[in-house]
């Protein structure tokens, strides 16, 4: 158990002494794309080397079972897995938590596909309310490291390749800049904005990091809900969009419009008494 918190903290350790080893004065004087890329890359290959430590310290696994120990990418493979992680899950089940827990924090931080498969799989492997705040726990975390990353080393590549993007979204943060966490919380849920678009601009046109963890914690939550409860019914599902209903659109809009509420309530009542 110690060993595999120690990989844990190593991995978690590697991605905040990036935001703090690197200061924002070397990355201005580094200034270019080219020496951000440098940067990145190094970083994550540094947190692939913990990946690797996750996975080579993990249990004796079956050739056949090595083979399906990778990262889902369609719903054949997370059923696969599934069946691998629930086998090995109680004998060891620290093990199993902290390869989950860091096999998801990697994928949000390098904003790689996969995570919706991983939610999927916590509400097969655990019970209910442990699997949403994991989710939503390595949902915040990963997006805060990607946060980071950005800030550090990804604004030239944000202002170079995603500029008109950026101005149309700053200017909606900047109506919105009173009730910031409820607008988070209401990007999280709907699909207006990407994940990764989210992570990467936010830094850039002055979001807080605490209020960014925030409304990424509470935003997600919705969303995971319903991943994780078709998790319980893994095997009956074909592909990851089966694990929405229409029921569970209605739901999310539903929870999109409250998350705003408070936004609109304040507006009117701002104009009332001016």
């Known amino acids: 158990i110690c060993c595999w918190l120690g990989i844990l903290s190593s991995f978690v350790f590697i991605l905040i002494i990036a935001f703090f080893f690197l200061s924002e004065r070397a990355c201005l004087e580094a200034g270019s794309a080219r020496m951000s890329l440098l940067i990145l890359v190094s970083i994550f290959l540094s947190a692939a080397f913990v990946m690797f430590l996750v996975y080579k310290n993990f249990p004796q696994l ?16 997370a059923k696969a897995l599934g069946k691998v992680l629930s086998k090995y899950k109680d004998t060891f089940y620290v093990q199993v938590l902290v390869a989950y827990f860091a096999t998801y924090i ?21 019970p209910f309310p442990l699997a949403l ?13 990607c946060y980071m990353l950005s800030y550090l080393v990804g604004r030239p590549v944000v202002y170079k390749y995603l500029t008109e993007k950026v101005v149309k979204w700053s200017q909606q943060v900047e109506r919105h800049r009173e009730h910031l966490i409820n607008y988070i919380i209401f990007l999280r849920i709907t699909p207006f904005l990407p994940n990764w678009f989210i992570n990467i601009t936010s830094p850039v046109i002055n979001v807080p990091l605490k209020v960014f963890f925030i409304g990424t914690f509470l935003g997600v ?3 995971s809900f319903v991943a994780i409860k078709a998790g319980t019914t893994l095997y009956q599902l074909t592909t990851a969009g089966e694990a929405v209903s229409w029921n569970s659109v209605f739901v999310l809009m539903f929870l999109a419009l409250l998350s705003i509420l408070p936004a609109i309530f304040q507006k009117k009542l701002k104009q009332k008494f001016e």
């Open 62 to 77: 079956s050739e056949e079972e090595r083979v399906i120990m990778k990262v889902p990418r369609d719903m054949d493979d």
């Open 106 to 126: 990697f994928l949000q931080t390098f904003a790689i596909p996969g995570s919706i498969f991983l939610s999927i799989l916590s509400g097969f492997l655990y």
């Open 133 to 145: 705040f994991l989710v939503c726990l390595c949902s915040g975390l990963g997006a805060s490291f």
């Open 221 to 223: 939550a919705p969303p």
